[in-house]
């Protein structure tokens, strides 16, 4: 391993913990908004990243997810993974302001991830790929942009896949009660428990290409151009 490639795994897991650790607080941002202080009451809305950190989610995960294709001689994987989820009081959420509150809530880090993706991909196109003379810091700054962005475009997609116990199967779930299709949010109540067997699924096998890595190849391309 290289400086350079040291320089990217660097970048990759600052621009990991922004990325995860944003997405969670905007959560408990929003559910503030509507009155409930849970997070901020256990000090979850703090962007120091040590309360944030779960150990599985945002160690584990991203390791294998972005060393593994490396030892099984591909390239780099994308990297995927997922802070502590902040608390939200869901019954104060909606007392306050209903289902479109809580839709409000579920969609709130996978809003911020899109901005973050946004803004980076309007950074990157605006900068000149790094060459060996550059400075380090320039060097490490780009890698850096390219890794913010390529982080929130996957959180993104993944977070908008209805898997139980994610923002999307979250975001459907309180639609579904909007819409008294009571027997919908039932399910994914009930599945809520198996949610991280289907990632894992989706991670090891064939569908996570046209589940993740199609789509995260639509986004980008899409921001880029």
């Given at each position: ?5 040291s320089?990217e ?7 990991l913990l922004?990325a995860i650790?944003?997405h ?8 503030y ?29 991203p390791l294998?997810?972005y ?6 001689g591909?390239?780099s ?5 997922w ?5 939200v009081?869901?019954?104060?959420v ?18 911020y ?6 803004l ?7 900068l ?11 060097i ?13 475009v ?15 199967a ?23 428990p ?16 046209p589940?993740?890595?199609w ?11």
């Amino acid at each position: 391993m290289n400086f350079i490639d040291s320089l990217e795994i660097a970048a990759a897991i600052l621009a990991l913990l922004i990325a995860i650790i944003g997405h969670e607080i905007m959560h408990g941002w929003i559910a503030y908004k509507y009155g409930d202080t849970t997070a901020k009451n256990q000090g979850r809305l703090s962007i120091n990243p040590l309360i944030h950190i779960d150990p599985f989610g945002s160690i584990l995960v991203p390791l294998m997810t972005y060393f593994l294709p490396m030892l099984l001689g591909a390239e780099s994987g994308f990297l995927f993974g997922w802070a502590k989820p902040v608390p939200v009081n869901t019954h104060t959420v909606l007392r306050n302001g209903g289902y479109n509150a809580a839709m409000q809530v579920s969609l709130a880090g996978i809003a911020y991830n899109i901005f973050l993706a946004t803004l980076t991909s309007i950074i990157l196109v605006s900068l000149a790929q790094p060459s060996e003379a550059d400075s380090l810091i320039y060097i490490f700054a780009y890698l850096f942009i390219m890794k913010l962005l390529l982080v929130n475009v996957v959180l993104a997609v993944f977070n908008l896949l209805p898997i139980p116990g994610f923002d999307g199967a979250h975001f459907i779930m309180y639609l579904s009660l909007k819409y008294k299709m009571n027997a919908i949010a039932e399910f994914f109540v009930k599945a809520e428990p198996y949610g991280m067997i289907a990632i894992i699924i989706i991670l090891v096998t064939p569908l996570k290409i046209p589940l993740v890595i199609w789509p995260i190849q639509s986004v980008l391309q899409l921001l880029l151009n």
